[in-house]
T-cell receptor, first 109, second 114 residues
Framework: QKEVEQDPGPLSVPEGAIVSLNCTYS??????FMWYRQYSRKGPELLMY????GNKEDGRFTAQVDKSSKYISLFIRDSQPSDSATYLC?????????FGAGTRLTVKP | NAGVTQTPKFRILKIGQSMTLQCTQD?????MYWYRQDPGMGLKLIYY???????DKGEVPNGYNVSRSTTEDFPLRLELAAPSQTSVYFC?????????????FGSGTRLTVV
């Protein structure tokens, strides 16, 4: 079993849709949870982070962490074509960051 | 600020050749990392450094070497290139603060070994 599991997609939605991206993990020591966005042929860039369980909202983006289920989510409201990218979840405890495989999202106009 | 700069952007190597991937950051970050990204496999840590003169192995170090003589530079050396090293390589850095500060990544080096 991988330490971090993420459905690679691809996921295609119409503009304006609500997008839900998810990751599960097995290491209960993880405390910091992050989402990175990676445009084609670019490096990942930090989008959001959450510490421990709970929700965090930033504009159209909401990150959720459920430590009891070892499950994290990223919701994108009113999705835009500019949101088309690969989204990677990442998490860490006191050691190195562990990344999911990434979900490729396409938002169609 | 330039952030994290990687060179070259693309490279084709023949089996058995060697090369150095360059990484420079101008944010005075202590921590630096090298990852490889393969399709559907996510990012795998090759080597990392917590400061000048200190390096350590990650998940997939075989076939690679690193050095860290300055805070700014963290080159990755490939010796005797093999087709299995065909990948996209990313360098990243972060400050020594809380881990939620996240990593700053370079734009990557696409390497093909033929």
């Amino acid at each position: 079993q991988k330490e971090v599991e993420q459905d690679p997609g691809p996921l295609s939605v119409p503009e304006g849709a609500i997008v839900s991206l998810n990751c599960t993990y097995s290491n209960s020591a993880f405390q910091y949870f992050m989402w990175y966005r990676q445009y084609s042929r670019k490096g990942p860039e930090l989008l959001m982070y959450t510490y421990s369980s709970g929700n965090k909202e930033d504009g159209r983006f909401t990150a959720q962490v459920d430590k009891s289920s070892k499950y994290i989510s990223l919701f994108i409201r009113d999705s835009q074509p500019s949101d088309s990218a690969t989204y990677l979840c990442a998490m860490t405890a006191d050691n190195d960051m562990r990344f999911g495989a990434g979900t490729r999202l396409t938002v169609k106009p | 600020n330039a952030g994290v700069t990687q060179t070259p952007k693309f490279r084709i190597l023949k089996i058995g050749q060697s090369m150095t991937l360059q990484c420079t950051q101008d944010m005075n970050h202590n921590y630096m990392y090298w990852y490889r990204q393969d399709p559907g496999m996510g990012l795998k840590l090759i080597y990392y450094s917590v400061g000048a003169g200190i390096t350590d192995k990650g998940e997939v170090p075989n076939g690679y070497n690193v050095s860290r003589s300055t805070t700014e530079d963290f080159p990755l050396r490939l010796e005797l290139a093999a087709p299995s090293q065909t990948s996209v390589y990313f360098c990243a850095s972060r400050s020594p603060g809380p881990r939620h500060y996240g990593y700053t990544f370079g734009s990557g080096t696409r390497l093909t070994v033929v």
